[in-house]
């Protein structure tokens, strides 16, 4: 090792240190020291890991999670960057914080989410083991534009790392026939939640990307996710290694579902959960882990921060659900809607840089399924709360149920004295992330990430 990444690691590591002290987090800022002192850093402090990087529009956070459970639970040395922090100097931070100048010839994971427009930062200096791609949706416009922009981006990083086994969604047809040297392995459903075949007009990549007609289905998962065909063309889904056969039970809080002939219990609600898991699945065994361990491991995951997060405010079970773009919302509302009790509904919706600037994404978002819930207290907050209230009013919520909340101290009285139970937050990233602080700040959650 050379002086330079010497001092780079070591400062980097005090600066981590400091920042937990003094600002409970600090995931970022770190890594920016590190590559400022040694722009080549990446190449030291991972050299003795099996990197599996996680990159897509959604599911990243908990597919990530899932990965570093299963192998935990498998016995194996594995380090993640669990605050979420997946630009290209949240991975430094992890990996210098981690870092050890003693030498182990024990074999060690990284399991890192990446942001789609960092996979090609980190590609330039490392080759990972497995690249999994979860989907591809319109999310944060201002920033990466359409789909077509975001895989774009995400086979540039992919290309510098010839040697990556791929792990893609096969249901997502901008994934299929890449034409890439690597390993590729998909995973898919065989079965559909709904029976749906009629892709929705406001879902992504309804058009070929060969001949530019539209797709056919054989049955459609979520938004344009499914078993897909081109009839002019030719061009459909690839042929699944890893197969969800069937889903038996869904309810608000679990899954139980067929892989590949074995039954599995996700302790995860949702279709996209079920993704989430079927991701996981595919890349721990190629790993090499036993489907035992997976069995086990699903059955006690925990929601990451933010992702069905359950808490307790007063008296009432409160779970945060994260929500970024139309497709990722709408399996929320889905995700709620199987709950066939009285509940209330609180949603924050903030404009800062890490949610997208441009809001209009909301008119894209299935509200109106809200309006043949039991919702009894409907609370809205954030930066554009008056933006997402003319939202809710148009979608035939009952505007005497909306509660204005400005900030977050109005926003917690009103779940205290909501009548029932349970509450359910959706709220866009910066938006969960600050009423996550404020919960902490407050004593409600112990751990801030």
């Not at 892989?259 to 959960?273: L, R």
């Not at 994260?322 to 609180?346: E, M």
Request: net charge positive; aromatic share 12%; hydrophobic share 35%.
């Amino acid at each position: 090792m050379n002086i330079k990444s010497f001092f780079s690691i070591v400062i980097s590591k005090a600066i981590i240190k400091l920042s937990k002290i003094l600002f409970k987090g600090g995931s970022n800022f770190p890594g920016k020291v590190a590559l400022k002192l040694d722009k080549n850093i990446l190449k030291v402090i991972c050299k003795n890991y099996k990197v599996i990087l996680i990159t897509g529009t959604n599911g990243k956070t908990t597919t990530t999670s899932m990965i570093y459970n299963i192998l935990k639970d498998a016995g194996k040395r594995v380090i993640t960057n669990s605050t979420g922090a997946n630009m290209i100097t949240g991975i430094v931070s992890c990996f210098v914080e981690n870092y050890s100048f003693k030498k182990c010839c024990e074999t060690s994971y990284a399991v890192i989410e990446c942001d789609e427009a960092n996979v090609s930062f980190f590609t330039d200096y490392i080759t990972p083991e497995i690249i999994a791609v979860t989907n591809l949706f319109r999310d944060q416009l201002d920033r990466y534009g359409e789909v077509y922009t975001t895989l774009n981006k995400i086979l540039q990083g992919i290309k510098k790392a010839p040697l990556s086994n791929l792990v893609l969604n096969g249901d997502e047809s901008l994934l299929g026939d890449l034409n890439l040297p690597n390993r590729t392995i998909y995973y898919g459903f065989n079965c559909s939640p709904t029976g749906n075949r009629k892709v929705d007009v406001n879902a992504d990549a309804k058009f070929c990307k060969k001949c530019k007609s539209p797709y056919e289905y054989n049955f459609i998962t979520y938004s344009h996710l499914g078993d897909y065909y081109c009839k002019n063309c030719g061009y459909k889904r690839p042929n699944l290694d890893y197969i969800l056969e069937k889903i038996e039970i869904q309810t608000p809080e679990k899954s139980l579902v067929v892989i590949n002939g074995e039954k599995y219990y996700i302790n995860q609600p949702g279709v996209y959960n079920i993704y989430n898991a079927l991701c996981a699945y595919s890349v721990t065994r190629i790993c090499g882990i036993s489907t035992s361990h997976i069995y086990n491991s699903f059955k006690e995951q925990q929601s990451a921060f933010g992702r069905q997060e359950s808490i307790n405010i007063g008296t009432k079970e409160v779970k945060i659900i994260l929500v970024k773009n139309p497709a990722g919302y709408d399996q929320a509302i889905n995700t709620i809607s199987l709950d066939n009790n009285t509940f209330n509904l609180a949603i924050l919706l903030n404009d800062n840089y890490a949610d997208g600037r441009d809001v209009s994404w909301i008119w894209d978002v299935n509200f109106e399924k809200l309006s043949s819930l039991n919702i009894d207290k409907i609370m809205i907050s954030g930066i554009r709360l008056y933006d997402m209230a003319v939202r809710l009013k148009i979608a035939g919520l009952p505007e005497k149920n909306f509660v204005i909340c400005k900030t977050y101290e109005k926003l917690v009285e009103e779940i205290k004295s909501c009548k029932s139970d349970t509450v359910y937050i959706l709220a866009t990233y910066t938006a969960m992330i600050d009423l996550r602080k404020f919960l902490n700040s407050k004593g409600y959650i112990k751990k801030l990430w």
